[in-house]
Nanobody, 116 residues
């Protein structure tokens, strides 16, 4: 059983930056995908970015060029560097671990608020 714990959310001004971290504890097997999702009030949860154990990365179009996902050297940590933040980036951000398309675990989420 794995546990995922996010940190790094908070309040940022438009144009500002935040860095989210997610630490996964428990047994992690490769190959796997580690991703960040977000859910804004009244909206469905959406995939923001995903990185697999081989290093391949995908982003949702709305964050391309602004956000960067990366993994720590120990492969049990995933980061999301968020730059040029916009009010529409406001959401609860969740960390997710998948293997072969099946979710292994979710974090409880961290709130990101972008407002002046």
């Amino acid at each position: 059983q794995v546990q995922l714990v996010e940190s790094g959310g908070g309040l940022a001004q438009p144009g500002g930056s935040l860095r989210l971290s997610c630490v996964v504890s428990g047994s992690i097997f490769s190959p796997n995908d580690m991703g960040w999702y977000r859910q804004a009030p009244g909206k469905e949860r959406e995939l923001v970015a995903v990185i697999n154990s081989g290093g391949s990365i995908k982003y949702v179009d709305s964050v391309k060029g602004r956000f960067a996902i990366s993994r720590g050297s120990a492969q049990n940590t995933v980061y999301l560097q968020m730059n040029s933040l916009k009010p529409e980036d406001t959401a609860v951000y969740y960390c997710n671990l998948k293997r072969f398309g099946t979710s292994i675990g979710w974090g409880k989420g961290t709130l990101v608020t972008v407002s002046s």
